[in-house]
């Protein structure tokens, strides 16, 4: 029995005519872009018309990397350049919005890296600032279109398990090495790196409504590298108060685990006709109507680079058929509602309401 094929889950350029339409200016030649965009990119074909980087070095060393026919250090200079029709954000939140307004001069389409960025105002201005530019903004959050991610939402809109009343995550995983960037990040295991798994929460929940309130506890051991801790374990509520909801998720995500042979990293969804459970390499299903019988689908493609692909072609899809970003600056404002939530509970001991952390946003009313 076959319910999901590579290409229902796989990156998507069919419905784009002609790629070579879409040349892709970089800006930001760090890590994430030379070790996932990037080969991406060219493992699917997408036209890298130009990159960018305040750093002379990162900026020839990737277009020599890469076979990038202009690299530059200004800006201005790529956005001159008229083979670059969209562009690729993948810079640190502090210096994006001088960028926005930089791109608002001569206006391109912007796929920013996740999330908007790491604050809620932040975030909210960016997105307010880029409407006002004229700017048609998505935002990578590239982790649904990782292989095994995208497999089991696929399998969830088939609504092959009934009424979905439980999604729990659960991840074991190290990343307290010195001198790294990220454990001198405040909060950096929820608002970074977890901001992933906030989001996939929202990204799986098959019901109109949004996350209502969240209870979120963290640990930090007396020695680690990191600033904040790398432990979390939160309950996304979705619904009114009074535990009677019909769904609600389950986060933990252990980021200090020092042996690395029980490193996992698994997803459930359970639902009144069955369950899904996934890893990052194989998707298992049982259904009530098959007793006996544990369905296993091992998938193709990674996370890194395939993700990456997947991202930037729907938004290419999207920008070709006329239709708003796969994933808008709004969508991901209510991601980064849910972080900033989920460190303000820890830090403080309580449940926390998602209208408490949009009062006074533009997005309070909904």
Same mark, same amino acid.
């Given at each position: 029995?076959?319910?999901?094929?590579?290409?229902?889950?796989?990156p998507r350029k069919q419905h784009i005519p002609d790629l070579n339409q879409y040349g892709i200016g970089l800006i930001g030649c760090g890590s994430i872009a030379n070790t996932a965009h990037l080969p991406a990119y060219r493992k699917?074909?997408?036209k890298i018309a130009a990159c960018c980087d305040v750093s002379e070095e990162a900026a020839r060393a990737t277009a020599e990397k890469f076979d990038i026919p202009f690299w530059t250090t200004s800006v201005d200079e790529l956005l001159e350049r008229e083979e670059v029709a969209v562009i690729d954000l993948a810079i640190h939140p502090e210096p994006r919005l001088e960028v926005l307004r930089r791109i608002g001069r001569a206006p391109r389409p912007v796929l920013c890296q996740k999330p908007l960025a790491l604050e809620l105002q932040h975030a909210e201005l960016l997105a307010r600032e880029a409407d006002r530019l004229g700017i048609t903004l998505?935002?990578?959050?590239?982790?649904?279109?990782?292989p095994a991610h995208k497999a089991l939402k696929t399998v969830l809109e088939q609504e092959l398990i009934g009424e979905v009343y439980s999604i729990h995550h659960n991840l074991r995983s190290f990343q307290d090495q010195a001198g790294w960037w990220w454990t001198k990040m405040k909060n950096f295991n929820i608002v970074d790196h977890g901001v992933?798994? @906030?989001?996939?929460?929202?990204?799986?929940?098959?019901y109109p409504e949004e996350w209502s309130r969240v209870h979120c506890t963290t640990a930090q051991l007396r020695q680690q590298n990191a600033v904040d801790p790398l432990i979390y374990s939160a309950n996304v509520e979705f619904g009114p108060k009074g535990g009677r909801n019909p769904f609600m998720a389950s986060l933990h995500f252990n980021n200090i685990v020092k042996a690395g042979r029980s490193h996992s990293?698994?997803?459930?969804?359970d639902g009144t006709e069955g369950s899904l459970w996934c890893t990052q390499d194989t998707l298992y299903m049982a259904l009530n109507r098959h007793k006996n019988v544990v369905h296993e689908i091992k998938l193709k493609g990674t996370w890194f680079p395939d993700a990456f692909a997947g991202s930037m072609l729907a938004f290419i899809t999207a920008l070709e058929e006329g239709g708003r970003p796969p994933v808008?600056?709004?969508?991901?404002?209510?991601?980064?509602?849910?972080?900033? @939530?989920?460190?303000?509970?820890?830090?403080?001991?309580r449940v926390v309401e998602r209208t408490d952390v949009l009062k006074g946003s533009v997005l309070s009313h909904e």
């Open positions: 029995m076959e319910f999901i094929r590579p290409e229902d889950y796989l699917y074909g997408l998505g935002v990578n959050q590239q982790a649904r279109w990782a992933h798994y @906030a989001d996939l929460c929202r990204y799986f929940n098959p990293h698994t997803w459930w969804v808008t600056p709004d969508d991901n404002l209510q991601t980064v509602a849910l972080t900033t @939530a989920m460190v303000l509970s820890s830090q403080e001991g």
